[in-house]
T-cell receptor, first 112, second 114 residues
Framework: RKEVEQDPGPFNVPEGATVAFNCTYS??????FFWYRQDCRKEPKLLMSVYSSGNEDGRFTAQLNRASQYISLLIRDSKLSDSATYLC?????????????FGSGTQLTVLP | DAGVIQSPRHEVTEMGQEVTLRCKPISGHNSLFWYRQTMMRGLELLIY????????DSGMPEDRFSAKMPNASFSTLKIQPSEPRDSAVYFC????????????FGSGTRLTVV
């Protein structure tokens, strides 16, 4: 089983739609969670951290369910510029190393 | 802040040649990571440095790959000899090794081995 699993998509949604991505992680000891965004042929960029109580940044809402080991990202009123691959990222500890484990990403295309 | 700087942006080389990728992390960041990204395998961590010391190189695919960090502002990833299956985008990332901060990635080096 992969440490971080995401639905690869693609998700094709019209402008203005609400879309949600889900992610599950296998390491119950994981402590930090993030969503990254990667545009085509570009580097991944941090979109937002995910906090236990859930958090919102404009049109983006992230949720964490530790009991189910599940993370979500909700995008409201989607824009054409939201088209990208969204990577679910989990902090796992290996001995004294601090590493981020990246999911394979969910591809989103927002259509005009 | 110039961000994480990688060079070259693109590299095309023949099988068997040596390839050296370079990275300058963000000033003040004390952790540096080398990743490889392919369509088939996604983002894979190759090696991780903390305070210039290699901590975990378990992701390095084989002995043909080596990485160094001679000082806090420079790291290299070397492939010798290169093979077509090494073709990928190689990203360098740096972070503050405190709390749960995410990583800042460089723009990547797109390597093609023919």
């Amino acid at each position: 089983r992969k440490e971080v699993e995401q639905d690869p998509g693609p998700f094709n949604v019209p402008e203005g739609a609400t879309v949600a991505f889900n992610c599950t992680y296998s390491n119950s000891a994981s402590q930090s969670f993030f969503w990254y965004r990667q545009d085509c042929r570009k580097e991944p960029k941090l979109l937002m951290s995910v906090y236990s109580s859930g958090n919102e940044d404009g049109r983006f809402t992230a949720q964490l369910n530790r009991a189910s080991q599940y993370i979500s990202l909700l995008i409201r009123d989607s824009k054409l510029s939201d088209s990208a691959t969204y990577l679910c990222v989990v902090n796992s500890h290996s001995g004294s190393a601090r590493q981020l484990t990246f999911g394979s990403g969910t591809q989103l295309t927002v259509l005009p | 802040d110039a961000g994480v700087i990688q060079s070259p942006r693109h590299e095309v080389t023949e099988m068997g040649q040596e390839v050296t990728l370079r990275c300058k992390p963000i000033s003040g960041h004390n952790s540096l990571f080398w990743y490889r990204q392919t369509m088939m395998r996604g983002l894979e961590l190759l090696i991780y440095f903390n305070n210039n010391v290699p901590i975990d190189d378990s992701g390095m695919p084989e002995d043909r790959f080596s990485a160094k960090m001679p000082n806090a502002s420079f790291s290299t990833l070397k492939i010798q000899p290169s093979e077509p299956r090494d073709s990928a985008v190689y990203f360098c990332a740096s972070s503050l090794n405190v709390g749960g901060f995410g990583y800042t990635f460089g723009s990547g080096t797109r390597l093609t081995v023919v």
